[in-house]
């Protein structure tokens, strides 16, 4: 037995030894995921450590780090067998910042000004309860069962939903949390904050202070022919700029998230590599650039990260909402949005009655119907840092869908010929995850 024991030891410490050696390159990307999905699901959405280790950090290679909470300091240090240490730190109102190696946390002092003052009135529009609906032209038992299909039994990990919400002419017809979450659980959007993003380009152009078809966006451009690249090329993921979005390897955009103080910088130096408006490459560094141009429209640090509160965020009551940013204060916009799911609703709802707010418009109808034209080589699949059904990527779904997707299966849909807004949370996407016969299994009990 105990020469049993020895070899089974040693046999541990060689597969130990192996998957360091394999990983080690990774290390700072493993590290730096962990520390900061475990500050940001501490301190934004108050959720415990053994249940984000159990279902957003329970897969290969990030499960092998260990992660140490201060919650005296907020924040969070994860290691692999002692090794390449991250941390990550919270700050109020910026959320969790991955802070790169020798950068100093206490550098970003600026947060921004909100106002969360609650509105007498029914959701959406406010914090009240909304009035009792029951539609006639609505089957609530093949709606509620269609719900319910999104979901695992028991302890299943076959669909991964965490959260499902149904709003028919402004009213939640449907809602559905897995076990940890609830209505007022913030939930990572991911890349559903891409279309955060662009609605502020949205609002920005409503004001008179930027143009989507201007060119020039960068000083550092002039001089080559990234000069002629249009901010509409940037929204529509067309800009022909150099981009690799590889999460699974050493790449642009892990360098960009997980060892960067300074996230535009990183896109802002690519070189040009495909035919502007002719070279569609989904890129996250793209997103993150637009935050950087949206930030030298303002004289300020302040200004800048009050705009995207007071503009838009606060004023369709989406006050669950942050966006985290970079250490040097830039949003972003390309993957770190949280939210609820009820306040996710909100920016589809906001999206489905063509801008206006309860009698505002926010954005033009002429932006929202240019955010959901495709974008010329997408095969009709993306718009203006939206996804698209046109091209019929959902063949049981109306083609007039058009969504904000994030990783591992998050999605707001917008239907408007059903007048109907989806929201869908969780850790399995397609194809595994279908949306098609999760939308259209919903869009069958609306008659």
């Known amino acids: 037995m105990r020469k049993f024991l020895k070899l089974f030891g040693l046999l541990l410490v060689v597969l130990l030894t192996v998957a360091i050696y394999l ?11 962990a520390s900061k999905s475990v500050c940001s699901c501490t301190f934004l959405a108050d959720r415990s450590l053994a249940s984000i280790e159990a279902q957003d950090n ?3 290679p990030i499960d092998l780090a260990t992660n140490k909470i201060d919650f005296e300091n907020k924040s969070v240090t994860s290691t692999v067998f002692g090794l390449k240490a991250r941390t990550a730190v919270f700050k109020p109102g910026l959320g969790c910042i991955l802070i790169p190696e020798g950068a100093d946390p ?37 709606l509620n069962q269609a719900v319910t299909d999104a979901f695992d039994s028991g302890n299943d990990r076959i669909k991964g939903s965490r959260a499902v919400l149904v709003v ?25 904050t891409k279309s955060i993003t662009s609605a502020i380009v949205g609002v920005l152009e409503k004001q008179g202070r930027v143009n989507r078809n201007q060119s020039h966006l960068f000083e550092s451009w002039e001089g080559d022919k990234r000069a002629d690249i249009t901010l509409n090329n940037l929204l529509q993921m067309n800009s022909g700029l150099a981009w690799e979005e590889d999460y699974n ?20 130096e690519k070189n040009l590599e495909g035919i502007p408006n002719n070279s569609w490459n989904y890129s996250s560094g793209t997103t993150n650039l637009i935050s950087g141009f949206i930030r030298d429209q303002f004289k300020t640090d302040q200004d800048y990260l009050d705009f995207w509160y007071t503009e838009l965020i606060d004023k ?45 418009q926010i954005l033009t109808k002429d932006w929202v119907d240019y955010t959901k034209t495709p974008t010329n080589t997408s095969d009709g699949i993306y ?46 996407e397609d194809p595994i995850f279908s949306f098609n016969d999760f939308l259209s299994g919903i869009l069958a009990a609306i008659n």
């Open 249 to 268: 390897n050493i790449s642009d955009v892990t360098k960009m998230l997980f060892l960067r103080a300074d996230m535009p910088k990183i896109p802002r």
């Open 383 to 428: 718009g203006a840092q939206f996804w698209l059904n046109a091209g019929g990527r959902y063949p049981d779904v109306p083609k007039d869908l058009f969504s904000c997707n994030g990783y591992q299966g998050q999605q707001v849909s917008i239907i408007p010929s059903k007048d109907v807004v989806i929201v869908r949370f969780g850790l399995i």
């Open 58 to 60: 329970d897969f290969s």
């Open 316 to 360: 369709i009551g989406m006050h669950s909402m942050t966006i985290e940013t970079d250490l040097k204060g830039h949003f972003v916009g390309s993957s770190y949005g949280w939210a609820t799911a009820r306040d996710w609703s909100k920016f589809g709802l906001l999206y489905l009655h063509n801008g206006n707010w309860n009698g505002e």
């Open 106 to 142: 206490a550098a970003l002092t600026v947060k921004p000004n909100r106002d969360i003052t609650p509105k007498p009135l029914a959701f959406p529009y406010g914090d009240l309860p909304q009035k009792d609906t029951i539609f006639s032209n609505i089957n609530y038992d093949v």
């Open 23 to 33: 990983n080690y390159p990774k290390l700072n990307f493993i590290t730096g995921f």
């Open 168 to 192: 028919y002419k402004d009213h939640i017809i449907a809602e559905k949390y897995s076990k940890d979450f609830n209505k007022d659980t913030k939930i990572l959007g991911w890349s559903m």
